[in-house]
C-alpha cells in the first residue's frame, strides 16, 4: 500500500501547499471554483454540515468553512489530518477530522450530513474498497443529501499511464499492483447509480495525461 503519511510529512517538510504537485493549483482552482457556484446557486444550502473523504491537509474543508459550512473531515493520514487541524485554526474556522478509512466510518452517525465531498478519494479505492465507501456515504447522508465526486475517468491518454492500465479492470498499475481505479464517465456515472445515487449533472476537465470529472449526485429522499 501507498505511504500516504509518508507523503503527507514530505510535503508538509517541505512547505508544499498539498498534494498534486505541480497541478496543485489549477486543480484546487478549477475544484474550488466548481464548489462556489454549488454554494451560490443552492445545490450547496448554506449552512450545511459537509464531510469531505480523504480531506488531506484540509485546503478544501478550509474552503467550505469560509463560505459558512459546518465541516468534518477523514483521512487515512495522521498527519494529514493534524495538518488541518492547524490549518483551520490558524485561519480561525472551525472543523472536526478524524484519522480513518473512508470504507469504515463508525465515528459519524447515520444521515448526519447534507454535503458529501469526494476530496478526490474514491479514485484511489479499488474493487470491494469502492462499494464499502459508496455505502457508507449513502449511510451517512440525509436523504435529499449531495455527493460530490471528484474522481480520474479512463482513458487514460500519456503513453506511460498507457502502459501500466489494465483495461478489463479499469486499474492503473504501480510496479504491478493496483493503485488508482479509472473508469469511464458512463461507467462511474453506472456506479454511482447502482450505488443508490442520483447523478444530476457533472464536467469533465481535460488533461493530458487522463480527464478528470466532476459530478453532483443526490441521495433520494425516502
Not at 464531510?51 to 498527519?79: P, Q, W, Y
Not at 503513453?159 to 464517465?185: M, N, V
Request: one cysteine or more; proline letters at 5%; charged letters at 25%.
Amino acid at each position: 500500500m501507498f505511504d500516504y503519511d509518508g507523503e503527507y510529512r514530505r510535503l508538509r517538510d517541505a512547505g508544499l501547499p498539498g498534494w498534486g504537485l505541480p497541478q496543485h493549483t489549477d486543480r484546487s482552482s478549477r475544484l474550488f471554483g466548481t464548489l462556489d457556484r454549488l454554494h451560490r446557486t443552492g445545490v450547496f444550502p448554506t449552512p450545511s454540515r459537509v464531510l469531505e473523504l480523504g480531506c488531506g491537509n484540509g485546503r478544501t474543508c478550509l474552503e467550505m468553512a469560509r463560505l459558512g459550512h459546518e465541516v468534518f473531515g477523514v483521512d487515512i493520514s495522521a498527519t494529514a489530518i493534524e495538518w488541518a487541524r492547524e490549518k483551520l485554526a490558524e485561519a480561525g474556522c472551525a472543523g472536526i477530522f478524524h484519522v480513518g478509512e473512508v470504507s469504515a466510518m463508525p465515528f459519524f452517525e447515520a444521515e448526519m450530513f447534507d454535503i458529501v465531498i469526494d476530496g478526490q478519494c474514491l479514485h484511489c479505492l479499488i474493487g470491494e474498497d469502492r462499494c464499502a465507501c459508496l455505502a457508507e456515504v449513502r449511510r451517512v447522508l440525509r436523504p435529499g443529501g449531495v455527493f460530490f465526486v471528484s474522481s480520474m475517468v479512463a482513458p487514460p491518454k500519456s503513453d506511460d499511464a498507457r502502459a501500466c492500465f489494465d483495461a478489463d479492470r479499469g486499474w492503473l498499475l504501480r510496479d504491478g499492483k493496483p493503485y488508482r481505479t479509472l473508469k469511464s464517465l458512463d461507467d462511474l456515472a453506472s456506479e454511482l447509480s447502482h450505488a443508490g445515487f442520483a447523478v444530476e449533472e457533472h464536467s469533465v476537465g481535460i488533461n493530458p495525461w487522463w480527464d478528470h470529472a466532476m459530478m453532483v449526485c443526490r441521495k433520494p429522499r425516502a
